[in-house]
Nanobody, 124 residues
């Protein structure tokens, strides 16, 4: 059974930091890119950042550039999202995603596997 298990969400004050983790299991993820999406109440799910299988290709949405950093473990089955200088507008449920083929960055329909989501709340 394929699982993407997120951890690390929580409540933080504006300006603070959080580190999300996503552990993938249940199959090999060779040639899968890993992404983080987020969905705020009343808004569409959006791709925040993506890292390629090799780790050489990375994308950040404009609103998080310079504040968020995505990385992948050496074994490539765990992906991290370091979030610094958090803002109230970063408040959302954050989802880990794995996809093999599609656009760069991906759209929701191209994702092969989703995590269950972890809540990030940034207070002002």
């Amino acid at each position: 059974q394929v699982q993407l298990e997120e951890s690390g969400g929580g409540l933080v004050q504006a300006g603070g930091s959080l580190r999300l983790s996503c552990a993938a299991s249940g199959r090999t993820f060779t040639n899968y890119a890993m992404a983080w999406f987020r969905q705020a109440p009343g808004r569409k799910r959006e791709c925040v950042t993506v890292i390629s299988w090799s780790g050489e290709g990375i994308y950040y949405a404009d609103g998080v550039k310079g504040r968020f950093t995505i990385s992948r473990s050496g074994a490539k089955n765990t992906v991290f999202l370091q979030m610094n200088s958090l803002k109230p507008e970063d408040t959302a449920v954050y989802y880990c995603a794995a996809y093999r083929n599609g656009k760069w960055p991906p759209v929701e329909d191209e994702v092969n596997y989703w995590g269950q989501g972890t809540q990030v709340t940034v207070s002002s």
